[in-house]
């Protein structure tokens, strides 16, 4: 019996049930600041390129995580007296829409406080311990990490419809970092305002792309290399999931 075989294979299978899940038509809050071509191509449901075994494994170990997450957010409901007594409401996987930009998502935790109308938002990131290291490691060998911005945005983009759906007058919003290799946990602070207003902008320029832009005229329009936005750094197109369909150059 090969077990790894068994495995990759049980992974494969839920992979594309989650895809077919997600051939909806909209945009999804976590490609918030993804390249525009690529934003298109998904959106007309275009063919992905199949992934490698081992990205399989990782992104499970990233649902895993999430999981467990989510139960400890259920524990914490359940325990909580100010979310007994209907002062607190916690909020865990929990589906959100912004419909003037046609988008869904899912943000993964939330703590609305709702005396002084205060909402934490919190997005949980696993990473491994070299991209750890280059975030909060010793300070002379941290680096930029290229999807930090990618993260606020999508970020921004939970709270944008969070606001829209409740009554919120401050809203704080956290990147929550699980480092995969020592279990350490780190928060790091998202300015609200500073992104939100960068994620309207975002959106507001991908719909207005699309609304000019369908039943693939944007293959012939959003030409990589010339077209701002596609890609927005020049890495996402070595790790695009369209490389085979795409005419980029910065593969």
């Known amino acids: 019996m090969n077990i790894h075989e068994i495995y990759l294979n049980f992974l494969k299978y ?109 997005d949980l990131k696993t990473t491994a311990a070299y991209k750890w290291s280059t975030m909060f490691g010793i300070k002379k060998n941290r680096q930029p990490v290229f999807e930090f911005d990618k993260y606020r945005m999508q970020l921004a983009t939970y709270g944008m419809a969070i606001k829209e759906e409740l009554d919120v007058k401050e809203l704080n919003m956290f990147l929550v970092f699980y480092n995969k290799n020592t279990s350490m946990i780190r928060e790091v602070k998202v300015y609200a305002d500073e992104w939100i207003d960068k994620a309207k902008d975002y959106w507001d320029e991908l719909k207005s792309l699309a609304s000019t832009m369908k039943n693939g005229l944007f293959e012939e329009k959003l030409r990589p290399g010339w077209q701002f936005g596609v890609p927005y750094e020049d890495w996402e197109c070595k790790y695009c999931n369209y490389k085979t369909i795409c005419p980029s150059k910065l593969k």
């Open 14 to 122: 839920k992979n594309a049930k989650n895809a077919e899940s997600r051939n909806d038509g909209k945009f999804h809050a976590s490609s918030a600041g993804s390249c525009y071509r690529k934003q298109m191509y998904r959106l007309e449901d275009y063919p992905q390129d199949d992934m490698d075994d081992n990205s399989y494994k990782i992104l499970r170990l990233g649902t895993i995580v999430h999981k467990d997450f989510e139960e400890a957010m259920k524990h914490r409901f359940e325990h909580d007296s100010l979310v007994n007594r209907k002062r607190k409401t916690i909020f865990s996987e929990y589906k959100v829409n912004l419909d003037e930009y046609n988008i869904t998502g899912t943000l993964d935790i939330g703590e609305y406080i709702e005396k002084d109308k205060v909402f934490n938002l919190y």
